[in-house]
């Protein structure tokens, strides 16, 4: 079994995907507690009203960049997936 590192999931992550992201108010930031890598706000720049909105951009998202995070999450990531799952529903309602 090959068990990949953060650092080398992240990879995929390039530099262009995370300044699209960031122009949106979103990255996938790595945390230390829950999922390793969360879709969260970028706080700093102000521009989403919380994290809920981040996933819902990333989820529903029809950018290379929402692809490759959404790709990330979801092939390695199993608890922040659900949480995009949960955001896409409330999009849905």
């Given at each position: ?22 122009k949106e ?12 890598v969360q ?55």
């Amino acid at each position: 079994m090959n068990i990949k590192s953060v650092d080398q999931i992240m990879d995929a992550w390039t530099a262009e995907h995370q300044c699209a992201a960031l122009k949106e108010g979103w990255d996938l930031f790595t945390a230390t507690d829950g999922s390793p890598v969360q879709v969260q706000r970028d706080d700093a720049a102000g521009i989403l009203p919380n994290d809920d909105t981040a996933m819902m951009m990333v989820r529903t998202g029809t950018g290379a960049h929402h692809s490759v995070a959404r790709k990330i999450i979801h092939d390695y990531f199993p608890e922040e997936w659900a949480l995009l799952e949960q955001a896409a529903a409330q999009v849905r309602t």
